[in-house]
Structures are given as structure tokens and as C-alpha cells.
């Protein structure tokens, strides 16, 4: 509770020229400066997540509300399970996976179009902080993804990811457009890449 230790502060007015930060942008960055700053650290920020059993629409107006194309998928005791992206509930994927699995499109869930644990590929905390933002955008481009998830060591020493790359937020933060590096992996997409 509060103790006669504890005093008021003083107030100030401010002045007629006023903005308001905006987190991850207050620095300008280039290609040479360092990784972490545009790094979406989730020890600073809520990372979004689902649970596996909520739909992929749900999913899809998370992503929306939280402004992101990525979501950790959690189940009830916050063990991170998968991964899914807005290529994942809005593209072909779970149009597929919805024939696959002889059920309608609205009724998939984040369990059904989800990249599992085990296939994660990412990016040590310990290497992001001693790299360059070029270094990412390669990283990115030459694994033909849009995001990277980076993990580093709770307190307790376990793993945890503790932040996000995403190539869209990467150009935002240097002024410039970034094209997703998507690669295609089925026959259709690679047809279509071709075209």
C-alpha cells in the first residue's frame, strides 16, 4: 500500500509541438544498424497468440486487430504448439486442408492449419544481438520467408521465443518496400510463380 516513503511527482504542461511515440519507430534505422532494433521483442510487447481449437476466422480477426501476420498457437498451459500466418487461414492452405479433411472451410481450426513446433526454424537471441538488419532481410530472403521467430532463455534457462522479424516491419522501419519472400512449395504455386 501506499507509504508516507512515497511522495508525489511534479507535473509539467507541455508546449505546442507535441507527438506521441510509436514503439519500434522512434529510430531511424539502415541496413547496417543493429538487428535487435527492429526485432519485435516480446519481452517489451504482448505477444498474439491462439489457442488450437479456435477457428481459423477467429484467427484471421485476430491478426487484424493486432495489426500482424503471424500468430503463436498456445495451448492451455502457454506451451507454444505451432504457428499460423494470414497465408495460412486466408489462402490456399486451408482451402486444401479443409477438403482433406472432408469439413467446411468456416469450421477449421488453428490445430488444422498450423506449422507444429517441430518444424520451427529460428534465430538465437545470443546471434540477433550481435548481427545487422542486412543480416536478417538475407536470412529471410534466403529461406523464402516473411517472418523469423527468435528464441532466447526465460529465467529459469528454458526456451522461449522472445521476438519476431517481420520483412514487412523491417521496411517500414527503413522507408522502403520489402517484397515477402515467400517461397512456393506445391506445384500450383510454383506454376503460378512461373506465369
Not at 46 to 62: D, F, G, L, N, R
Not at 87 to 112: C, N, P, V, W
Not at 156 to 166: Q, R
Amino acid at each position: 500500500m501506499l507509504q508516507a516513503a512515497h511522495k508525489p511527482l511534479n507535473l509539467h504542461g507541455v508546449g505546442t509541438q507535441l507527438t506521441a511515440a510509436r514503439p519500434g519507430l522512434q529510430k531511424t534505422v539502415s541496413i547496417d544498424s543493429p538487428a535487435i532494433e527492429v526485432m519485435t521483442d516480446f519481452r517489451k510487447v504482448m505477444v498474439a497468440t491462439i489457442s488450437p481449437e479456435e477457428t481459423i476466422a477467429t484467427a484471421t480477426q485476430t491478426m487484424k486487430m493486432r495489426g500482424v501476420r503471424l500468430l503463436l498457437v498456445e495451448d492451455n498451459q502457454h506451451q507454444v504448439i505451432g504457428l499460423i500466418t494470414a497465408r495460412d487461414t486466408m489462402g490456399e492452405k486451408s482451402i486444401k486442408m479443409a477438403q482433406e479433411l472432408s469439413m467446411r472451410h468456416d469450421l477449421l481450426t488453428g490445430k488444422d492449419c498450423m506449422a507444429p513446433r517441430n518444424c520451427f526454424d529460428v534465430l538465437t537471441l545470443d546471434v540477433v544481438e550481435k548481427t545487422e538488419i542486412g543480416n536478417i532481410i538475407a536470412t529471410l530472403k534466403a529461406v523464402g520467408r516473411q517472418h523469423a521467430l527468435v528464441l532466447g532463455k526465460d529465467i529459469d534457462g528454458s526456451d522461449m521465443i522472445c521476438g519476431v522479424f517481420s520483412i514487412t516491419q523491417i521496411g517500414r522501419q527503413l522507408g522502403v518496400v520489402l517484397e515477402a519472400f515467400e517461397v512456393a512449395k506445391t506445384f500450383s504455386e510454383i506454376e503460378k510463380a512461373l506465369a
